[in-house]
């Protein structure tokens, strides 16, 4: 069965601090995606990144940095020196490629709060 | 230029009532989904069309009818409304069905609030 478990409902760290978002997954399939979003408080949906299950590679974008490990099936999120803006509801999500349809399967998502 | 683009931003009904959201994209993406969101931010699919034919329906109520007049466009007609169909709902476009390229991008959504 495929499904998305973000198990830390919400988190709250004073700015400057460094935190990670879990994010853990189960699929029957070899080849699938993994994705997060960003969802402010304005209450659209902003993509961040793709990641595929042949590309364990971690990545960093500016503060954020993502840690893909297939041997726990999690693909967690960290923010560096976190900022007031990035306050937000964080979306884990996973796609199989056997899927035709492509759907997202959501995790619960992580209400991060930045206080200054 | 708006990529993926919804109409109403909120809509306010009554039980019983008929209402549509509508969905256009200029990304020439050739995949459309809709989601919903509850009240505890749970989102979930609910259809996908790849160029105008449904690929995906996941037993949404039969209230629900997605229809889709070109590529560009899907929209949500739903019959009957209820009180637990108040939720925002969220538009998506893919420019693949599935295959390397399925990130998808999404509308602003559609408060729907059913009294």
């Known amino acids: 069965a495929q499904k998305v478990t973000q198990a830390q409902t919400e988190i709250s760290v004073v700015e400057k601090e460094d935190v990670t978002l879990d994010c853990v997954y189960e699929?029957?399939?070899?080849?699938?995606?993994l994705f997060w979003y960003k969802q402010p408080p304005s209450g659209e949906l902003v993509f961040l990144i793709r990641?595929?299950?042949?590309?364990?590679q971690n990545e960093i974008s500016g503060r954020y940095s993502w840690n893909f490990q297939k041997s726990t099936s999690s693909f967690n999120f960290t923010i560096t020196a976190s900022q007031v803006v990035d306050s937000a509801v964080y979306f884990c999500?996973?796609?199989?490629?056997?899927?035709?349809?492509?759907?997202?399967?959501f995790g619960q998502g992580t209400e991060l709060s930045v206080k200054p | 230029d708006t990529a993926v683009s919804q109409t109403p931003k909120y809509l306010v009904t009554q039980m019983g009532n008929d209402k549509s959201i509508k969905c256009e994209q200029n990304?020439?993406?050739?995949?459309m989904y809709w989601y919903k969101q509850d009240s505890k931010k749970f989102l979930k699919i609910m259809f996908s069309?790849?160029?105008?034919?449904?690929?995906i329906n996941e037993t949404v109520p039969n209230r629900f009818s997605p229809k889709s007049p070109d590529k560009a466009h899907l929209n949500l007609h739903i019959n009957s409304l209820e009180l637990g169909d108040s939720a925002v709902y969220f538009c998506?476009?893919?420019?693949?069905?599935?295959?390397?390229?399925?990130?998808?991008?999404f509308g602003p959504g559609t408060r729907l609030t059913v009294l």
């Open positions: 699929t029957r399939d070899t080849t699938y995606y």
């Open positions: 990641r595929n299950s042949f590309d364990e």
């Open positions: 990304l020439g993406h050739d995949t």
């Open positions: 998506a476009s893919s420019p693949n069905k599935g295959g390397l390229y399925n990130e998808q991008f």
């Open positions: 999500a996973l796609s199989e490629a056997k899927d035709q349809g492509g759907k997202l399967i």
């Open positions: 069309y790849n160029n105008k034919e449904l690929i």
